[in-house]
Each structure stands twice: as structure tokens, then as C-alpha cells.
Nanobody, 122 residues
Framework: QVQLVESGGGLVQAGGSLRLSCAAS????????MGWYRQAPGKQRELVAR???????NYADSVKDRFTISRDNAKNTVALQMNSLKPEDTAVYYC????????????????WGQGTQVTVSS
């Protein structure tokens, strides 16, 4: 079992910045995808940023050029740097990591953190 623990959430004014961190209990090398999702009350969980094996990154259109996902394999952490925050960024942010088969793309395992609250005031 792998545990993912998020930290860094909080309250910030519009235009400010926050850096979220996700600490994994095991090496990141076991994953071939890692990312951040968010969910606002009454809305579906949505992808914010994802990094796959080979360091390919994808971002939601709403956060492109403002958010940056990165990883530190030595420290077993995945970070999300959030700049120019907007009130619509308010949500619970979840860390996600897993692995799919390199042959057929079938899911092998998938893990989620408990979430951290980000609130952006206007």
C-alpha cells in the first residue's frame, strides 16, 4: 500500500501563489503517471495537471501558464506551483499517482491522497 499526503493548501488572495506538495511513502519510480485533481462543492472532480513517464505534462486549459507540476524522485514528492490564483481555483486538491501496463495500458494500481483545501479570496 502506498500513501500520498498533500500539504501546502490554505487561504490566499487573488493574484497570489501557493505551492502544494504530495509526499509518497514509496519511490516515485513505481508510477508512470502522477498528477493533481481538484473538486469544488457540487462539481465533478477535474484534472488540473498530469505528468507521465518521459516527463510529458498536460494541463487543464484553465490553469495553463499559471500552474506548474514537478517531481523530486530523490524526495518522493510531487509539487504543484500555483501562480496568479483566481477565485475559481478554489477547491479541494487531490494528489494522484498510479501505473498502467506498458504493454496494453491496463490499470495496475491507482492511489489518491486525502486532499488539501485551497481557497482564493477576491
Amino acid at each position: 500500500q502506498v500513501q500520498l499526503v498533500e500539504s501546502g493548501g490554505g487561504l490566499v488572495q487573488a493574484g497570489g501563489s501557493l505551492r502544494l506538495s504530495c509526499a509518497a511513502s514509496r519511490s516515485l519510480f513505481r508510477f508512470n503517471y502522477m498528477g493533481w485533481y481538484r473538486q469544488a462543492p457540487g462539481k465533478q472532480r477535474e484534472l488540473v495537471a498530469r505528468m507521465t513517464s518521459g516527463s510529458t505534462t498536460n494541463y487543464a486549459d484553465s490553469v495553463k501558464d499559471r500552474f506548474t507540476i514537478s517531481r523530486d524522485n530523490a524526495k518522493n514528492t510531487v509539487a504543484l506551483q500555483m501562480n496568479s490564483l483566481k477565485p475559481e481555483d478554489t477547491a479541494v486538491y487531490y494528489c494522484n499517482a498510479g501505473r498502467t501496463s506498458t504493454r496494453g495500458g491496463l490499470l495496475e494500481y491507482d492511489y489518491w491522497g486525502q486532499g488539501t483545501q485551497v481557497t482564493v479570496s477576491s
